[in-house]
């Protein structure tokens, strides 16, 4: 009895590891095949936020089984607060959870004059981009520097290609606000 108990429990620890799955308050999981930009699942987060990082771009949730990490960016992130009790919406990017709804930028509504972000603008060329991570890094006269983003935003960024790009410095990392080929 003991064996089969161990051999369920290794059989489950990818769901867990991972926070696949309706046991850890999920619902709504399906998809498409994932491809680079493209998300590969959907669903929805149910619980009370317990952290909230506008620099990083992440909401925590504690569910009846978990806490769920999910991504956003700052302008995303501004909708919640500690201890709200939600339900997020979200699509995974190679395992990694961000918020629907993304594809747009940051908006100019959340960071434009009087904001607590500083605005900046850069142009360089594409040396890396992660999108499901949301980051991108962009050559320039000062180095190389980590820009981050909603993966939908990155989609059609590809390394070796030269950009502009305005973007809002939120506690020390700057968030993308809009990104195009070519210079300024």
């Keep these: 009895m003991r064996m089969r108990w161990l051999l369920g429990l290794a059989a489950a ?3 867990v590891l991972y926070g696949a799955g309706p046991a850890l308050g999920q619902e709504g999981i399906g998809g498409g095949i994932g491809a680079y930009g493209e998300h590969s699942e959907t669903g929805t987060v149910h619980g009370v936020v317990q952290r909230l ?3 990083r771009g992440l909401l925590e949730v504690s569910t009846a ?3 769920i ?3 956003g960016t700052p302008d995303q992130l501004s909708d919640y607060r500690i201890g709200d009790r939600v339900d997020v919406d ?3 990017y190679a395992g990694i959870r961000w918020i629907s709804g993304g594809g747009g930028g940051m908006g100019i509504g959340g960071y434009g004059e009087g904001s607590y972000a500083v ?3 850069a142009a360089g060329v594409v040396s890396h981009v992660n999108a499901a991570r949301g980051t991108m890094t962009i050559g320039g006269a000062e180095g ?3 820009f981050h983003a909603h993966p939908d935003d990155l989609q059609d960024v590809i390394p070796g290609q030269f950009v502009s790009l305005d973007y809002a410095k939120v506690g020390g990392a700057r968030w993308v606000e809009d990104v195009s080929p070519g210079g300024p």
């Design 119 to 121: 605005q900046g603008r």
């Design 69 to 71: 990490a999910v991504h």
């Design 144 to 146: 190389p520097r980590i």
């Design 90 to 92: 979200y699509d995974d």
């Design 13 to 15: 620890a990818p769901l």
């Design 53 to 55: 990082s506008f620099p």
């Design 65 to 67: 089984r978990g806490t």
